[in-house]
């Protein structure tokens, strides 16, 4: 399972707000068979079994930034590719969360 967290910065548009251009781009995805995803606060994680998948998507989803009317985009793509098990990004919250101490 390849996981990665996308932060997308449309530079050089009318306005500080950026949801509707990350609204766009969690449309401009679509339904991709396999992938999920989770918006969070600073960015989007998206997991998928292969890696072109997510390449792709991160693609289409910077793509999107575009189209609707950013003269720049700026990207920050970190990515887990672990092979040797299965797993869900959620799998990795819960085995951090299972060795707090102060839960």
């Known amino acids: 399972m390849?996981?990665?967290e996308l932060t997308l910065i449309p530079i050089?548009?009318?306005t500080t707000s950026v949801s509707k251009y990350?609204?766009?781009a969690l449309?401009?995805?679509?339904?991709?068979d396999g992938l999920t995803y989770e918006l969070n606060a600073m960015g989007t994680t998206i997991a998928h079994d292969d890696l072109k998948v997510l390449y792709d998507v991160i693609r289409r989803?910077?793509?999107s930034v575009f189209e609707s009317g950013a003269d720049r985009v700026y990207s920050v793509v970190k990515i887990?590719?672990?092979r040797d098990k299965d797993y869900?990004?959620?799998?990795?919250?819960?085995?951090?969360?299972?060795?707090r101490k102060n839960k």
């Open 88 to 99: 869900t990004f959620k799998d990795k919250i819960t085995s951090v969360n299972e060795k």
């Open 80 to 82: 887990d590719d672990r």
């Open 61 to 63: 989803m910077q793509e």
């Open 22 to 24: 990350i609204a766009g």
């Open 27 to 32: 449309d401009s995805i679509g339904e991709v």
């Open 12 to 14: 050089g548009t009318k």
């Open 2 to 4: 390849a996981v990665a």
